[in-house]
């Protein structure tokens, strides 16, 4: 053993880094390399939890987590509701037990769906040990990637405006960040599901407006929100969102003549030789009812 490390007082010991994994939308393809990596090297995981049952995110984690190898694994209950105090306390709670073992030296991997820093919890971690800890985050596929994906529409292109607007805001304030915007994801729709539909409504945009749930996941549903109002008023599925395109902009592509390019440029479109894009419901009638969701 090397003179230093003898010498080293046990209270001298490197603490553990904190990661912040984003583990993606749902499907389990989608996590990174990265994130991987680093989950399979992880002696310590923790991951937000209701009171019972194992979340999202660590069920989306569970591939790679299946590999016989022992973890510590720390469960941040909460009830998910309006109130905070429980949530704080919940954070606080976790926040010391992952102090424990980062003290200790040992790595504490934090799953994350999607990705942690986009509306994601992991920043009430992160402020309550950053001072204390080394902190690496792992980007994740975010949500608002996956919906438009399952939607196959471009969220938003060139020099568009675009908002992603949490479902809880009042109607107000979601009419007033539309009227600015080209594009707009309405997250968190769940019982704020007739107020949205209303504001969409009275701006004439409701015709346009696509409902992306579960996105990548078994479950996946895109309809446009109109099929989703026929069948309830009441609430949408919490991992849901609203994507509304107002802009007026197209990706129509001119064909070459592959003969005068080479080969090289040809471009791929649908039939009518338009690549597919954003738009008020360019072939939207082709994607309905999870058809394109993954197909999972
Ligand atoms: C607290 S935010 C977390 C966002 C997450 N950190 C991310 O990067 O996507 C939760 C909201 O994200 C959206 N969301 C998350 N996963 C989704 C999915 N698979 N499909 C559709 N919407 C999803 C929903 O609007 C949900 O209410």
Known sequence: MSPSVTALPAHSVVSGTLWGVGVGPGDPELLTLKAVRVLRAAP?????????????ARRIAAAVLEDGIARTEIALRMRFTVDRHSAQAAYDHGAAA????????????VLCEGDPLFFGSFAYIMARLEARFPVEVIPGVGSLAACSAALRQAFALLDDRAAVIPASRTADEITATLAVVD??????VGRHLAKVAGVLERLGLLERAWHVERASQPEARVRPLTAVMAETREAAAYFSMVLVYKGEKTCDVVKEDPSNSGGGAWPVGREDGAAHCSGPARGASARVQGAGAGGR
Request: proline share 3%; aromatic share 4%.
């Open 44 to 56: 310590v995981i923790a991951y937000l939890a209701p009171l019972e049952g194992k979340g999202l």
């Open 98 to 109: 992952i102090a424990g073992h980062l003290v200790a030296g040992r790595d504490v991997a």
């Open 183 to 188: 594009a707009a994801a309405i997250i968190k």
